[in-house]
């Protein structure tokens, strides 16, 4: 059984950063496409990016150019780091794997989640 472990959300204000972390444990770390998805009060949860084992990512232009995904395979870990926060970036920050390895937006193709971390941006 996978088990995500997120952290590193928090407060800040906008225009800072921050670093999300998430764990990964369980299985091969290598048969995985990791994305981070993000879920705001009151709207469906969405995609945000997402990183092959081979290091192939996907944006959401939403965060293209201010978030930037990567993986420690190493590690066993993906990070999310977010720079110029804005107070729209505001929501619950969730881990996701996806089996198989293959990129993809839909929430529905990934088998693993995280219990997600919140992320406040203040105006």
């Known amino acids: 059984q996978v088990q995500l472990v997120e952290s590193g959300g928090g407060l800040v204000q906008a225009g800072g950063s921050l670093r999300l972390s998430c764990a990964f444990s369980g299985r091969i770390f290598s048969r995985y496409f990791m994305g981070w998805f993000r879920q705001a009060p009151g709207k469906e949860r969405e995609f945000i990016t997402g990183?092959?084992?081979?290091?192939?990512?996907d944006y959401a232009d939403s965060v293209k150019g201010r978030f930037t995904i990567s993986r420690d395979n190493a590690k066993n870990t993906v990070y999310l780091q977010m720079n110029s926060l804005k107070p729209e970036d505001t929501a619950v920050y969730y881990c996701a794997a996806n089996e198989g390895g293959g990129s993809t937006r839909r929430s529905y193709l990934y088998d693993y989640w995280g219990q997600g971390t919140q992320v406040t941006v203040s105006s």
């Open positions: 990183i092959s084992w081979s290091g192939g990512i």
